[in-house]
RNA sequence: GGUGGGGUAGCUCAGCUGGUUAGAGCGCAGGACUCAUAAUCCUGAGGUCGAGAGUUCAAGUCUCUCUCCCACUACCA
């Protein structure tokens, strides 16, 4: 159980975009699993650096201030500072929240874009785009609506029909009008636009993608190779919009013929990890070449992305093409962990029909430690998991309540009556130390192994398989019975049950934090004591002084009742 | 339409390069225990692995056809 080698790690989970606290969906498959891997990687005794950021730009951001009556500026600042907040509710540990808007990110997207254009990455190219004089401005295709041509359904979007499912072109739309405004004062216009020459990098990024085909997992090399195969195309990185980062010459002052044109937020988004990096260091005195430039020393450093299925592509393909194209020693992501989506009952989580929970909404109804357990335990690895109430209920009761709260709860409260709450002496090994003893010599390490691994459902299963076999052990060593005969053997299992009770409180930290903190508050476990440097199982189960003093802790979870349930349902909805 | 992922016990999901009676948790039934948040521990019942065909000594696992769900399909992010 020796602890690896200490490494310097970067992590970074997908940018939540700026238009609203996001729901259970999104933290699942992004934020929350690179916390706890964080957290894990930190216990370890690694150097970690956990980095995420808002991103602020695009269409939507736009629209969603307008709709709020603010400025777009006014409007990133507001829903910044409730992301950041959502994430503190959850006990999100990022090193760095930084903003997609910030001074370095803007600086080092025009960086890489003049770097990407001197190596002829960069062509500029006329497209034709939708534009709506009544608004004012160009329209994303999705937000052009009209009348299918294949199926005459009247509301039908400029890339996709609802109604046939139809691939469109907003062009071929009938009667089409602006889905912002309602007006059909639209028209078609040619408008310039600079293009990141993808295709040119296709045959590089295949043979990165092929070296990562054993560690990554089946979903995000399947994505990456599915648009690879399919011919990569090049991808517009401007767009006609007013907020954003401005296209500049090598003078810094706005290139010709590109006023009112910003970068694609897809193409800044990313970069603004690295300007995050920055901005962390700007703030703390850290430094964050060791991180990002490869000739500084981030060739040692370990880099992990998580993100969820849409982000693929931008991460496997885009974004690395940026990195690659400016031959300069940007470090690119060695490991990049993809998840599938969190769905309501095996629908999608919708606002409009007050389908599924929101980060803040989430918070109101149950402690940050319940949805933490339960997300994770119910991780969209595989495939989409399907959030519901039932299945939420019944890991918090089961898993949370029943098996780690009671079991903390009967031997700590038993220690108080029977031995004054001081972690008693006395006692002979017996076929139940030596089981527990083994459980923990396997469990242990495999728990570590899909840590490393980032098989969180996996971790979550041997988590509670140590916690249960707690229980297990307390049933074999009966210290109850052997009090009325040997109390001797019988603070052989309250002592062993103790120091369990503190190995469960250390291996929960990364996953429930406030209730791991409570344990080892009551078990006066000192801060330093809290890392993941187990020894050997024997010394684990008889780890705390003899004579130290335990206090039992107030209950740690309440179960969630039926009549929550009902409540919750008829306030978010459920199943039909 | 194309491509990718998925369809395994009532529910949520594991099952690596094909190999003994297909696993876990929840739920359910029975038993044990009484330190504990009616908690815990043990035992058990439950599956023709979406459908059909094929390859093989052997298929949940490989091939083909079909079917259902989800995602992506490049100006939503």
């Not at 409730?82 to 006990?91: P, R, S, W």
């Not at 006023?259 to 897809?266: I, N």
């Not at 074999?476 to 040997?486: I, M, V």
């Amino acid at each position: 159980m020796a602890i690896s080698t200490p490494q310097r790690i970067l992590v970074t989970s997908a940018l939540p975009y700026i238009n609203g606290v996001k729901h259970l969906g999104n933290l699942a498959g992004s934020m929350l699993p690179a916390d706890v891997y964080s957290r894990v990687m930190r216990l370890l005794g690694h150097d970690v650096l956990y980095i995420c950021a808002t991103d602020e730009h695009g269409t939507p951001a736009e629209l969603a201030a307008a709709d709020a009556g603010l400025t777009v500026s006014e409007y990133c600042d507001a829903m910044h500072i409730a992301q950041a907040e959502a994430g503190a509710a959850f006990k999100l540990t990022y090193d760095y929240f930084g903003r997609s808007s910030s001074e370095s990110t803007q600086r080092l997207t025009q960086e890489f874009a003049l770097a990407l254009e001197a190596n002829g990455f960069i062509e500029e190219r006329i497209s034709k785009q939708v534009y709506s004089v009544a608004d004012g401005r160009y329209l994303p295709d999705r937000y052009v609506e009209g009348t299918c041509p294949n199926c005459a359904f009247e509301k039908a979007r400029g890339d996709q029909c609802d109604s046939c499912g139809k691939l469109l072109d907003p062009i071929d739309l009938i009667d089409p009008y602006s889905a912002v405004s309602g007006s059909r004062d639209v028209e078609i216009r040619d408008t310039n636009h600079l293009y990141l020459k993808q295709s040119e990098m296709s045959g590089k990024l295949r043979e990165w993608v092929e070296s990562h085909r054993a560690d990554w997992p089946t979903l995000t090399t399947s994505i990456a190779m599915k648009w690879l195969d399919e011919g990569l195309r090049d991808r517009s990185i401007t767009r006609d919009l007013e907020w954003g980062i401005p296209v500049v010459d090598d003078d810094g002052n706005t290139r010709d013929g590109f006023d009112g044109k910003v970068f694609y937020v897809w193409f800044d988004a990313p970069i603004a990890y690295i300007g995050a990096t920055q901005d962390w260091a700007a703030k703390t005195g850290g430094d964050w070449e060791p991180y990002w430039r490869t000739d500084k020393g981030a060739d040692e450093t370990r880099y992990v992305q998580f993100m969820g299925k849409d982000n693929v592509a931008f991460h496997t393909l885009s974004f690395p093409t940026t990195i690659k194209g400016s031959n300069q020693p940007w470090k690119l992501v060695d490991e990049l962990k993809a998840f599938n989506w969190v769905t309501w009952y095996g629908g999608k989580f919708s606002t409009s029909q007050k389908r599924g929970v929101f980060m803040d909404q989430a918070i109101d109804i149950a402690p940050s430690d319940y949805w933490r357990w339960h997300l994770m335990a119910n991780a969209p690895e595989g495939s989409d998991a399907a959030f519901t109430w039932e299945e939420f209920q019944a890991s918090v009761n089961s898993d949370l309540a029943n098996v780690l709260g009671n079991f903390v709860n009967r031997i700590t409260s038993y220690c108080v009556k029977k031995f004054d709450g001081a972690i008693p002496a006395g006692g002979v090994k017996t076929d139940a130390e030596v089981w527990i003893e083994a459980e923990l010599t396997e469990r242990l390490p495999k728990l570590i192994a899909y840590y490393e691994a980032r098989e969180f459902r996996k971790a979550m299963a041997e988590t509670r398989a140590i916690w249960a076999a707690g229980n297990e052990y307390l049933t074999q060593a009966a210290p109850w019975t052997h009090y009325k005969t040997d109390v001797d053997q019988a603070a052989m299992g309250v002592r062993t049950g103790l120091n369990l009770v503190a190995l469960f409180g250390i291996i929960a930290q990364p996953i429930i934090p406030d209730a791991a903190a409570k344990i080892l508050e009551a078990m006066s476990i000192p801060e330093g004591n809290r890392t993941w440097n187990f020894g050997d199982a024997a010394d684990l189960l008889d780890a705390l002084p003899h004579g130290h003093i335990v206090s039992a802790p107030p209950v740690l979870f309440s179960k969630i009742e039926d009549e929550d349930i009902t409540t919750w349902t008829e306030r978010f909805g459920g199943g039909e």
